[in-house]
């Protein structure tokens, strides 16, 4: 059997692509990094892949705006060659700065709906762990998890803002795939921590699942405590392209 | 109010960009007001300029708002400036200061099919209140703008400095004469006109030189000279011969700490006191490289990018040594946070800004580069108020064979990276020089900002190791003089620099050759086409500048003219060795006995000492700080700075392992510059200890550990200062001997210190820092301090005397002479040795050491850590609780297993009390307190 390629984009920046190229391993994928230079030379090189990944980071330093800079780049290179790849359900997942870059771009959460990924209320940069709620069933990534999820998060600007209509749009489209369990860490709107597209296969999320792929990775393994593998949202989207 | 029209050049269009909703910057940057005694301000609101210049139409302008702007978030307008509020202050980036955002909106903006000729950012506060003219210039002067890297307006427009790239446009070398016959009067002279910074042997060998040459200097090969002989390149002091106040003469202090090295001879050691990091290897085909590194100057100065460059230079060390960063340290020592704004001296930060500023340098660099930050520590004293002092440390990976080279005659000699520009030119020795006239107007030059994609492009390019090159060296102090100097140290190099590509137009030969700007990498390459297809990948900057020759003379041109022409041999080994005097110091070493605790202490509440050791700022809780860093990047922090039940207890060491390795290293700190002011030797003794304890604690292997160690000190020609110095190294020395633990790099920062209002010179506290990096043979039986499960029993092992010279004891009741600083105990080794055998064995499920407020902090700390409760047994005294006496833990220990551990440690184990499900802290004397209490305690901000 040959294993799902899952292609993880990258900008200058963007670095926790060797974190996720590592999960989507672990989950059954064969994974290979691609530099936007290298797609805006072979943009073609999008249509080889059944998983579309966009890594976490700080592309482009951030300048101008998270994601704003990757999400011009993007458009430019492969931007019909991603449309292509949602018409087919093809999985795609943004990770933090990836989410980021979707929102930018207006993939998420999609036609004729505004949001945007605003600086936490704490006004900083926070790193620490959080527990997600799977909350979607029209979600590829999401709609099989049977546990939360552990992770942490490592961003400045994650506070998911919409305006009310989206909101409720978004609720009522199933479209709300992760929400923040008793902490709210950044201070997003219904705790939204992750939004998936009115098809289901693109999922956008700020915390970082590709940082719990082991059981010892958990902070708490020396009390014990073992659960919560963010690896299983990369195994539904593996499993998804596999279908 | 103020109203001022629009006053806006031609063809520079100026976009004000506004958040829409509440602002976290804004309560921030009040609080910062009323910190510098300014409680009139009632409101702040902060703005984004971006200024383009060129002929931009109204469709452009609009593609340009929809890029900078995001209507959820923020607002903007066009060209005005029109002030709503009592006062506005702009600020732009002075020309040559590092502009990402300006950089990238420049080329996204041709994708976009803008075509702008140059592009600038600012910043701009509107702020209402009744503020006095002084209000505002503290305000401004102190917390708003920057004058090193920022110019600004007061009531009216910024008008930017635009920087275009360029290559340079003048060129030029003047001739300086040195007779032979010069004076030493003469020689003074020349060096305060030149501002050399050197003393008169080496004035002298440099007269001498030119005239057994029979040649006339160049003031570029001046300035090389005094670049390379410099105390911050060549580490004089630590390089001197030093005759002490008995008469005799030492070992110069680096070849006390090598031969320390090469005594304890440890088969894990690489490579050690050479290149640009230490090297080690504790499995084998993979090596690890450390370094630690201070940029403690220029984060008085601007504490954001001196923090920044801190971190990225260090970096480039590693990277300098052939190998792949994988996690940044860093030590932080600032003035008291609560220090009145009357107290600063003139010119100096309030160490509330310098804290902000350097802890969001730190946090941007390693973010945004990705590497995780995972060890550290932050310090306050008031001796830092003047001299904050910014240690950061990387550690590397390599997983091949590593073999130093050197480059051979014929190989080309790259720069890779960032562009060259005035940066860090007016730094240390070139302050007054004459050629600074043609930089007056680019007062930012000594200051540089970081740009950490540049650097992280660097990795990406160069961190698969040794492939690509030959050699490799990273830029830092001295640039590319500094670098490609060393570099053809023993064969020779002919260089142009007329092809380097530079960050604006109309550098100066000197300036190329000399700047200081960041994130730059050579290499000596035998044939360049893989390199340099790798840097087209990755998007990276190469330019061939030269070749090494083989003819031992460093020849550098500028458009073909020679601008400098120096024999290396010289140039390295040519400088006189420094003769200093040292004093050494006599310090108290006598413990206390139990009477003289009680005359000095008086009647002291157990649980208000705890609470107020709990509270100070050097032992409070660090999670605010910690948060601001990723420390999860990578995936391999197995044993996090953060811990416990609400993962907001500090661990001792951290550990990092790959996710699916069965090994992996820990990185344990050590520093106590309250030791050092009374007892330099003992302070080092004792950091070592800690460094160790830290490592250890975690269940690294004591038998596998290398050492780092930065001394940060005052000016080492007062003979006192020295005379404490030479007792550090003294006490590194024997520490290093007694647990068989090698130093293989290290580093100092001398000349920390101001001139205060009162005519005297301040020094910094003795500041030593030890880092720690340790093997640890299996990531499964790591130990974190939080206390695990009720019933399970608490051992304190170790020896404990009543030692309180400058303990936090002494410190928060103000006793001022509290006896002897702790001294090194001869048993600890063989008690580490047994501690590891028995986390490896399974026998510990927390383990916590002892340091700061003694006993009672670190029990204290377990039970908040794991939020469980605790009763102790009243076999200790008060003044056994809060001693300080080195090598010691608490371990906690499951019933089953605390005869075993008992019979292993004998007298050293002694059971001290219960974990208990209950949420409280038992004292000895029937005193209670529970762990809500002592947690608020310890979270309280200061």
Not at chain 2, 781 to 795: E, I
Request: proline residues 5%; glycine residues 10%; negative net charge.
């Amino acid at each position: 059997m040959t294993l799902p390629v899952a292609a993880v984009l990258c900008a200058p920046g963007t670095n926790r692509d060797n974190d996720v190229l590592f999960a989507l391993q672990l989950a059954g994928a064969s994974p290979v990094a691609i530099l936007t230079n290298e797609l805006l030379q072979n943009p073609s090189r999008i249509n080889d892949a059944d998983i579309l990944v966009i890594a976490g980071g700080f592309s482009y330093a951030d300048a101008l705006g998270a994601g704003r800079l990757f999400a011009v780049e993007l458009e430019h290179a492969v931007g019909e060659q991603i449309s292509t790849a949602i018409s087919e359900r093809r999985p795609i997942i943004g990770i933090c700065n990836g989410f980021q870059t979707l929102v930018r771009m207006g993939i998420l959460p999609g036609t004729g709906q505004r949001a945007a990924l605003g600086h936490n209320t704490s006004g900083v940069f926070d790193c620490r762990w959080v527990e997600l709620e799977p909350s979607s069933k029209k979600c590829v990534w999401t709609q099989n998890l049977s546990e939360n999820i552990e992770c942490p998060i490592a961003h400045g600007e994650g506070r998911f803002t919409c305006d009310d209509d989206t909101l409720s749009n978004l609720q009522r489209n199933d479209q709300v795939a992760l929400r923040y369990i008793s902490t709210n860490p950044n201070g997003s709107v219904d705790n939204i921590a992750g939004v998936c597209d009115s098809t289901g296969v693109v999922l956008g999320l700020m915390p970082h699942p590709e940082n719990h792929v082991v059981r010892r990775q958990h902070p708490q393994s020396h009390r014990g405590v073992s659960r919560g593998l963010g690896l299983s949202i990369f195994q539904s989207g593996v499993c998804y392209a596999r279908r | 109010m103020v109203d001022v029209a629009v006053q806006t050049v031609p063809a520079i269009h100026r976009l004000t960009v506004r958040p829409a909703g509440d602002d976290p910057r804004c309560t921030v940057l009040l609080q910062d007001a009323i910190d510098l005694g300014i409680t009139t301000l009632h409101s702040v609101q902060i703005h984004d300029l971006v200024f383009v210049r060129g002929d931009v139409t109204e469709q452009d302008r609009q593609q340009l708002q929809e890029l900078l702007v995001d209507p959820l978030l923020q607002e903007a307008s066009w060209n005005t400036f029109q002030a709503t509020t009592q006062h506005v202050v702009e600020s732009a980036l002075h020309s040559g200061v590092t502009d990402s955002v300006a950089h990238e909106l420049h080329r996204v903006a041709a994708r976009l099919g803008v075509t702008i000729e140059a592009v600038a950012t600012g910043k701009r506060f509107e702020l209402n209140g009744a503020l006095t003219h002084t209000d505002l210039d503290i305000l401004v002067g102190k917390l708003l703008v920057n004058p090193v890297i920022e110019n600004c307006a007061i009531d009216t427009a910024i008008i930017p400095a635009f920087a275009d790239s360029g290559t340079s446009t003048t060129s030029g070398v003047s001739y300086v004469s040195i007779p032979s016959d010069a004076s030493d009067e003469d020689l003074q002279k020349l060096n305060l006109q030149r501002g050399l910074a050197m003393d008169i042997e080496e004035l002298r060998a440099v007269r001498d030189h030119y005239a057994s040459a029979g040649a006339v200097a160049r003031d570029i090969e001046l300035e090389s000279i005094a670049q390379t002989w410099s105390e911050h390149c060549a580490h004089k002091t630590f390089r001197a011969s030093i005759t002490l106040d008995d008469g005799t003469t030492i070992p110069s202090l680096i070849n006390q700490l090598r031969d320390t090295t090469e005594i304890i001879d440890a088969p894990y050691v690489v490579s050690s006191f050479v290149g640009n990091a230490g090297i080690i290897s504790f499995v084998p085909g993979t090596t690890i490289a450390l370094k630690c590194e201070t940029h403690n100057h220029p984060s008085a100065i601007e504490p954001f990018g001196g923090a920044n460059t801190g971190v990225g230079g260090v970096i480039r060390d590693v990277l300098g040594a052939s190998h792949l960063p994988i996690a940044c340290t860093n030590i932080l020592c600032f003035g008291t946070p609560t220090t009145q704004a009357s107290d600063l001296p003139e010119g100096v930060f309030h160490p509330r800004r310098i804290r902000a500023g350097v802890i969001a340098g730190i946090a941007d660099y390693g973010n945004k580069i990705g590497l995780p930050t995972v060890a550290g520590a932050v310090l306050y004293d008031d001796g830092y108020i003047a001299n904050p002092l910014v240690y950061a440390g990387c550690i590397g990976v390599a997983y091949r064979p590593y073999h130093a080279q050197d480059p051979k005659p014929g190989d080309r000699i790259i720069v890779l990276g960032g562009r060259t520009g005035r940066d860090g030119l007016r730094g240390a020795t070139f302050s007054s020089m004459t050629m600074d006239a043609t930089t007056g107007d680019v007062s930012g030059a000594s200051v540089q900002i970081g740009d950490p994609i540049t650097e992280k492009l660097l990795i990406d390019v160069l961190g698969r190791g040794q492939d690509l090159f030959r050699s490799i060296t990273d830029c830092g102090a001295g640039g590319l003089s500094s670098a490609i100097g060393e570099m053809a140290q023993d064969i020779g190099a002919c260089v142009e620099l007329s092809e380097l590509p530079l960050k604006y137009p109309g550098l100066a030969p000197w300036e190329i050759w000399l700047s200081e700007a960041q994130e730059r990498m050579v290499v000596a390459v035998q044939d360049t086409g893989a390199l340099k297809d790798a840097c087209e990948r990755f998007g990276v900057e190469f330019t061939d500048v030269g070749f090494f020759t083989g003819d031992g003379r460093l020849v550098v041109h500028h458009g073909g003219n020679v601008v400098v022409d120096l024999d290396l041999e010289f140039l390295h080994n040519g400088r006189p060795q420094r003769h200093m005097h040292a004093v050494m110091p006599s310090p108290v070493r006598e413990s206390m006995t139990p009477t003289q605790f009680s005359t000095k202490f008086g009647n002291i509440d157990v649980v208000d000492s705890l609470k107020r050791l709990l509270s100070h700022p050097n032992i409070a809780s660090k999670a605010a700080v910690i948060h601001r860093y990723d420390h999860e990047i990578r995936g391999a922090t197995l044993v996090r700075p953060l811990i416990g039940a609400c993962a907001d207890g500090h661990a001792d060491g951290v550990v990092i392992a790959e996710p699916l390795d069965t090994h992996g290293i820990a990185i344990g700190i050590g520093v106590n510059p309250w030791f050092g002011v009374l007892d330099a030797e003992r302070m080092a003794l004792s950091v070592v200890d800690e460094a160790m304890r830290n490592v250890v604690a975690v269940g690294a292997d004591p038998d596998s550990v290398a050492l780092l160690d930065n001394f940060s000190w005052g000016d080492p020609r007062r003979s006192s200062t020295l005379g404490d110095l030479v007792a550090a190294v003294q006490g590194c020395c024997d520490a290093a001997l007694a647990f068989q633990a090698p130093f293989v790099s290290g580093k100092d920062s001398l000349n920390n210190e101001y001139l205060g209002s009162d005519g005297e010179r301040h020094s910094v506290p003795p500041t030593l820092v030890i880092t720690a990096i340790a093997h640890v043979p299996d990531a499964e039986s790591t130990v974190t301090p939080d206390l695990k499960a009720s019933g399970n029993v608490v051992v304190l092992l170790g020896n404990t005397s009543l030692e309180f010279g400058a303990s936090h004891l002494a410190i928060v009741h103000g006793v001022t002479d509290a006896g002897a600083v702790p001294a090194f105990d001869a048993s600890a080794p063989r008690r580490y040795r047994l501690l590891h055998r028995a986390i490896r064995d399974g026998l510990v499920r927390a383990c916590h050491d002892i340091a700061e407020g003694g006993v009672a902090v670190a029990l204290a700390e377990m039970a908040i850590a794991g939020r469980m409760g605790v009763e102790m047994s009243s076999n200790l005294s008060v003044a056994q609780l809060f001693s300080e006496s080195n090598g010691r833990f608490l371990l906690e220990v499951s019933p089953a297993h605390v005869d075993t551990i008992i019979e292993q440690f004998g007298d050293e184990a002694i059971v001290i009390g219960l974990v208990t499900s209950e949420q409280e802290m038992r004292l000895p004397n029937n005193q209670s307190v529970s762990i809500q209490e002592l947690c608020s305690a310890w979270q309280e901000i200061s």
